[in-house]
Nanobody, 128 residues
Framework: QVQLVESGGGLVQAGGSLRLSCAAS????????LGWFRQAPGKEREFVSA???????????YYADFVQGRFTIYRDNVKNTVYLQMNSLKPEDTAVYYC??????????????????WGQGTQVTVSS
């Protein structure tokens, strides 16, 4: 069983930056696809970014259209951790951000149903 724990959320002004971390435990996730989703108040959870396994696919990353080059996802397999560097934050980025893991590291999906493990979420609030 894999446990995912997010950290790094907080309150930031518009235009600022945050780095979210998601530490995995229970087993190594180097062969997993890891992703980030978010859920704003009153809205459904949506895909933000995903990164495939380095061993399966050279760690290819994918982003939602709204990211527009502002976020970067990367992983550290030694630390069993995935990160989401968020720059140029906007008030509409305010949400609870969730880390997710899929056992199938050679593929990826925007569909949250394709992910096997989830963290508890970390709140990101961007003030205008």
């Amino acid at each position: 069983q894999v446990q995912l724990v997010e950290s790094g959320g907080g309150l930031v002004q518009a235009g600022g930056s945050l780095r979210l971390s998601c530490a995995a435990s229970g087993r190594t996730v180097s062969s997993y696809t890891l992703g980030w989703f978010r859920q704003a108040p009153g809205k459904e959870r949506e895909f933000v970014s995903a990164i495939r396994s380095i061993s399966w696919s050279d760690g290819i990353a994918y982003y939602a259209d709204f990211v527009q080059g502002r976020f970067t996802i990367y992983r550290d397999n030694v630390k069993n951790t995935v990160y989401l560097q968020m720059n140029s934050l906007k008030p509409e980025d305010t949400a609870v951000y969730y880390c997710a893991g899929s056992r199938y590291g050679n593929t990826w999906s925007k569909n949250q149903g394709e992910y096997d493990y989830w963290g508890q979420g970390t709140q990101v609030t961007v003030s205008s």
